[in-house]
């Protein structure tokens, strides 16, 4: 059974850019949640996508978007890049209506980004 | 709204000790909590999955309890290991919202098991 991947690992952009961060969700998945994990913070909800379709939202500005794909691997968009959304990005996968204990949720590695 | 407080924010302790890392949250309406499991700079490990109607689970020397018309979980680490070392995170799942309102976490608890 292949776990939660995330890519890149690693990604340092400057105020203002776009950044694109992706996940690929466990086997037997079919919503994945994305969290903001600042430093010494826990994880702060972004939104989850379930069936290709945003169906819950944290406190985060438009600028943060998303997708999820038919194969319910999923991208989180950041626009207009600001020196606070320097973060540890969390990709959670879950299997709401199918695989797994209801609830639990799957985490990846993370992608680490910085903003200068 | 949902908050999570987990109580101490750090611990240090000599190896072999047994331990309680404390978890509280002000709705105790929840599907369930879920303890995890971070080393520095790296994802999630799900330690406990504790569904809204049960009221422990145990893996191996782990074991963490819930109460929640009280709004308290507690986990359990017996005889502490180096290799325990780790930040542990508490979160519920919120039954408000039809279950899409994502996990919402406390800050952790940063422990540090002493050789």
């Known amino acids: 059974e292949t776990g939660v991947t995330q890519s890149p690992t690693h990604l340092i952009k400057t105020r203002g850019q776009q950044v694109t961060l992706r996940c690929s969700s466990q086997?037997?998945?079919?919503?994945v949640s994305w969290y903001q994990q600042a430093l010494g913070q826990g994880p702060q909800f972004i939104f989850q996508y379930y069936r290709e379709e945003e169906n819950g939202r944290g406190n985060f500005p438009p600028r943060f978007s998303g997708l999820q794909f038919p194969n319910y691997s999923s991208e989180l968009n950041v626009n207009a890049l600001e020196l606070d959304d320097s973060a540890l990005y969390l990709c959670a996968s879950s299997g709401r209506y199918g695989a797994g204990p209801l609830g639990s949720q799957y985490f990846g590695p993370g992608t680490r980004l910085l903003v200068l | 709204k949902q908050e999570v407080t987990q109580i101490p924010a750090a611990l240090s302790v000599p190896e072999g000790e047994n331990l309680v890392l404390n978890c509280s949250f002000t709705d105790s309406a929840i599907y369930n909590l879920q303890w995890f499991r971070q080393d520095p700079g790296k994802g999630l490990t799900s330690l406990l999955l504790?569904?809204?109607?049960?009221r422990e689970q145990t893996s191996g020397r782990l074991n963490a309890s819930l109460d929640k018309s009280s709004g308290r979980s507690t986990l359990y680490i017996a005889a502490s290991q180096p290799g325990d070392s780790a930040t542990y995170l508490c979160?519920?799942?919120?039954?408000?919202?039809?279950?899409?309102?994502?996990?919402?976490f406390g800050k952790g608890t940063h422990l540090i098991i002493q050789p």
């Open positions: 979160a519920v799942w919120a039954a408000s919202g039809g279950g899409a309102d994502g996990l919402t």
């Open positions: 086997s037997g998945h079919n919503t």
């Open positions: 504790i569904q809204s109607s049960q």
